[in-house]
């Protein structure tokens, strides 16, 4: 079946340090992949995307990029902040009805 | 332009008692989705509704468990004799037509 696995959290960064969080993917087919935040309290706001292998998906620093080859879309940023403190996830979907998460990386950025 | 809606974002209710979520999508937005988080956990489809029909509700639990969006008003998720293990967040997402969606701040659900 179609699923989703990511690194387990939490990782702990320091303030400009780099950052890669881990996804990879199981799907019978050709997904459209995503990155979703989700700041303490609230819900899920979409970071980034990419619909076709080797499409890179990028906002706000953070990069992912669709690597058919090794089913991945690994999460970086070049120079975390703080303010970046939170939960990542990644998702796959085909047809936009039904999403499919992984468990959550979170992420903890100390000054 | 409003975001996705979602009330009460707590609620807490005893074994046995009823729980309704209700979400109201973002502007403009026909199709609706319904995700469960259990603590530590990533997010589980549930139910995907578009006004007045169920389109795919595959992640529902069979017993206790339904949701519905009326012509007229938000989509509600009901649960039935609520049990320890439905305590979750239950979210809510909206979207147009074959597009990303966007959820709304979750219902925080404590059974006790």
């Known amino acids: 079946g179609d699923s989703v696995t990511q690194m387990e959290g939490p990782v702990t960064l320091s303030e400009e340090a780099f950052l890669t969080i881990n996804c990879t993917y199981t799907?019978?087919?050709?997904?459209?992949l995503f990155w979703y935040v989700q700041y303490p309290g609230e819900g899920l706001q979409l970071l980034l995307k990419a619909t076709k292998a080797d499409d890179k998906g990028s906002n706000k620093g953070f990069e992912a990029t669709y690597r058919k080859e090794t089913t991945s879309f690994h999460l970086e940023k070049g120079s975390v902040q703080v303010s970046d403190s939170a939960v990542y996830f990644c998702?796959?979907?085909?047809?936009?009805?039904?999403?499919?998460f992984g468990s959550g990386t979170k992420l903890n950025v100390k000054p | 332009n409003a975001g996705v809606m979602q009330n009460p974002r707590h609620l807490v209710r005893r074994r046995g008692q009823e729980a309704r979520l209700r979400c109201s999508p973002m502007k403009g937005h026909s199709h609706v989705y319904w995700y469960r988080q259990l603590p530590e956990e990533g997010l589980k489809f549930m139910v995907y509704l578009q006004k007045e029909n169920i389109i795919d509700e595959s992640g529902m639990p069979k017993e206790r468990f339904s949701a519905e969006f009326p012509k007229e008003g938000p989509s509600i998720l009901r649960i039935q004799q609520v049990v320890r293990g439905d305590s979750a967040a239950y979210f809510c997402?909206?979207?147009?037509?074959?597009?990303?969606?966007?959820f709304g701040p979750g219902t925080r659900l404590t059974v006790t």
């Open positions: 799907a019978t087919g050709y997904p459209s």
């Open positions: 998702a796959l979907t085909y047809n936009f009805n039904k999403f499919y």
């Open positions: 997402a909206s979207s147009p037509p074959r597009r990303e969606q966007y």
